[in-house]
Nanobody
Framework: QVQLVESGGGLVQPGGSLRLSCAAS????????MGWYRQAPAKQRELVAT???????NYADSVKGRFTISRDNAKNTVYLQMNSLKPEDTAVYYC?????????????WGQGTQVTVSS
């Protein structure tokens, strides 16, 4: 089993910045892809950004140029630096991690952290 602990959400004014963190813990696993998704009220969960084991990144068009995903493999942690935040970025942000253990693939989700962009 893998546990994910997210942190860094909160209330910020438009144009501001926040940094989300998600730390994975457990045993006997290899982390493959890591990513962030978000879900706004009355909307489906959507991809924000992902990063592969080798550091290849992918972003939703709506956040390109404003958000940066990164990972620290030594700490099993993924980050999301969010700059130039807009009210439409308001959502619950979920960490997503894909791991392998004994050649089997597993996917885990964090508990979610609220990001509110409002003046």
């Amino acid at each position: 089993q893998v546990q994910l602990v997210e942190s860094g959400g909160g209330l910020v004014q438009p144009g501001g910045s926040l940094r989300l963190s998600c730390a994975a813990s457990g045993s006997m696993f290899i982390i493959r892809n890591m990513g962030w998704y978000r879900q706004a009220p009355a909307k489906q969960r959507e991809l924000v950004a992902t990063i592969t084991e080798g550091g290849v990144t992918n972003y939703a068009d709506s956040v390109k140029g404003r958000f940066t995903i990164s990972r620290d493999n030594a700490k099993n942690t993924v980050y999301l630096q969010m700059n130039s935040l807009k009210p439409e970025d308001t959502a619950v942000y979920y960490c997503n991690v894909v791991v392998t253990r004994l050649s089997l693939r597993y996917e885990y989700w964090g508990q979610g952290t609220q990001v509110t962009v409002s003046s």
